[in-house]
T-cell receptor, first 114, second 111 residues
């Protein structure tokens, strides 16, 4: 079974630029999550989708971050404009349904904002 | 106060040692708890679930004390390959399925 795919794996941008990350969850998984993991901290949930609907985006900085999952499969997360403090690993995870015991994480995208 | 708190360590132990990690949580509505393992520069992976009755998987034992809002992970006979960051995780709260991660505890097992 293929795992969660993410791209790009690494990205370096200057502050005020925009960047987009892509995630393809495990086939058939209805729930998709985007997490931000800053160095030395645990992952923090940014947004949770159930199919193509948003379940929780309470911790998403909506003035600069946006995410979509238009067809209920793959998803994109965008930052515009980026700030220095956005430097982090952006992890995508999926589960077969909300509340499923296991969330499967992708390898992450490492973002460095200069 | 953070929802899930862990001692970040690092813990440095010799092979064969027994090591215990502790975690506390503040949201009494949290339903389920887990330990995830994260290797350096890798993604987190589920290690085991935590139940009030205790959960044992080989050398690993996890325990939940709801009265004290306390979670533990015990690793017996440590191996070099156990070196990783161990993340304490709770669910529940405002949205179903939302995982709240602790900061993580760094373990290094040395020869």
């Amino acid at each position: 079974e293929a795992g969660v795919a993410q791209s790009p794996r690494y990205k370096i941008i200057e502050k005020r630029q925009s960047v987009a990350f892509w995630c393809n969850p495990i086939s058939g998984h209805a729930t998709l999550y985007w997490y931000q993991q800053i160095l030395g901290q645990g992952p923090k949930l940014l947004i949770q989708f159930q199919n193509n609907g948003v379940v929780d985006d309470s911790q998403l900085p909506k003035d600069r971050f946006s995410a979509e999952r238009l067809k209920g499969v793959d998803s994109t997360l965008k930052i515009q404009p980026a700030k220095l403090e956005d430097s982090a690993v952006y992890l995508c995870a999926s589960s077969s349904f909300a509340g499923a015991e296991t969330q499967y994480f992708g390898p992450g995208t490492r973002l460095l904002v200069l | 106060r953070k929802e899930v708190e862990q001692d970040p360590g690092p813990f440095n132990v010799p092979e064969g040692a027994t090591v215990a990690f502790n975690c506390t949580y503040s949201n009494s509505a949290s339903q389920s708890f887990f330990w995830y393992r994260q290797d350096c520069r890798k993604e987190p992976k589920l290690l085991m679930s935590v139940y009030s009755s205790g959960n044992e998987d080989g050398r690993f034992t996890a325990q939940l004390n709801r009265a004290s809002q306390y979670i533990s992970l015990l690793i017996r006979d440590s191996k070099l390959s156990d070196s990783a960051t161990y993340l304490c995780v709770g669910t529940g709260g405002t949205s179903y399925g939302k995982l709240t991660f602790g900061q993580g505890t760094i373990l290094t097992v040395h020869p």
